[in-house]
């Protein structure tokens, strides 16, 4: 839902930075004549209690607390400009780290809160041609076609604060171009500044490791590319075009893996590894489409990703010497189809060939995804989505290789705009896996939504 703001002047802000965020946008009313200000935000809260892989609830714990607010603005000043910026505030229901006294007098230790600039940029329409649209500023920018699992969608950093929330993804600062010939869409893109991924609070799960290594204790170093403008640089492009009902696109992208990669391995004789940790380069090129096939939505997506870097290998403290060895390439691809039955049930199917933190030829799986939803009296009542994953890292022993992890919600909508939801996070499998490694994670969630 949208609303006008007739009122152009604010007032202050709890935090420094939302209320700069504000004011300037605000201060774009008078320029965007009768058309004012565009807009609206979601308010939302969430409580998470673990259970196990039984769901006994044996500790009684609170795994996560969170309340949320999200805002997005809009103005347009003139008939080709238009302003954007979408912000969130966070606040943590648990109290962080007590540790001394002077802590229990300070608000950011007992209710921690976080500010995030989600997007903000321009758009100039006809930017020195008819035909020819810039963005400037920090912005989502969405290649691919497959559903939270796409392998062409790499312009953008990985969000994995959330790892049950997978496939989002932090906005970069960047200047986009997009020229439109005919059926032909052509994107090309600029990311001056290198931003590493979010992790999760485990960040040994989000490492690219190599396979062979010893079973000994690790630490870890770890560095990012610097203040060069071309070690920061990412540049990408875009070909686009529908036809015949389908759309079609070509992609390459030149930037860097933004999940750490171990870059050398030094063995010791304790025995114990040192661990380097870095952000290659990469190139990605990328194929992907979408279209309806008898009444069934339908896609694909295939990427090849060749990554320049050496991991070295250093043996001589244990009587070795120096093995470098340069990284492969490799493909990732999706495949991906849904459908609407009669009475409204929706199904969602896709085949996924390498998860998001799977970069190298020996780590990627297999992975087989179902979402089911089916929305009743009137869509108050709302059961699903029920995700289904499940994993196979050995296709010639399945039995030995699975994983499975469930995603069941049922919501319930009392007036309009407002959202409550229960749901439950489920994992298990066979030992080894991504899913049975973390089968005692399974949780009971609670969340509410409400939006204007």
Known sequence: ????????????????????????????????????????????????????????????????????????LAAQPSERLRLFAEAALKARGLPGTLASLDDLASLEVLAPMDFELVEAYADVHGFLLPQLDLRLGRQRIVWGTAERVSVVDNVNPLNLEDPWDYGRRLASDAVKLKAYFSVLTLEAVYVPYFTPALLPADVSSAVSMPDGLPAAPLSFTFGTPGDGLWQNTTLGARLAATVGGWDLAASYLYGRQSLPAATKVTVLPDPALEVELGYPRQHVAGLDVAGELFGFGV??????????????????????????????????????????????????????????????????????LLGLEWKLLRDRLTIGPLGVALEVDDL???????????????SFSPVDAARLTVGLHWLTGAAGTAFGGQKDEGELYLKAAFSF
């Open 396 to 410: 010639a022993d399945i039995a030995g290789s699975w994983g499975l992890a469930l995603n069941p919600e049922l």
């Open 1 to 72: 839902m949208r609303n006008r703001l007739v009122v152009c002047r604010p007032r202050a802000a709890g935090l420094p930075a939302a209320g700069a965020l504000i004011a300037v946008l605000l201060a774009a009313g008078p320029a965007a004549g009768a058309q004012g200000l565009e807009w609206g935000g979601e308010l939302r809260g969430e409580l998470r209690l673990p259970a196990g892989e039984d769901f006994r609830f044996a500790e009684g714990d609170i795994a996560s607390g969170l309340l949320r607010l999200d805002l997005h």
């Open 299 to 368: 896609w694909g997506e295939a990427a090849l990703f060749w990554p320049d870097y050496v991991l070295v290998t250093d043996t001589s403290a244990v009587g070795g010497g120096l093995e470098p060895t340069r990284a492969e390439g490799y493909a990732k691809w999706a495949l991906g189809l849904d459908y609407t039955f009669t009475g409204g049930p929706y199904a969602n199917l896709q085949y996924v060939h390498g998860f998001y933190n799977e970069n190298s030829s020996e780590a990627l799986n297999d992975y087989l």
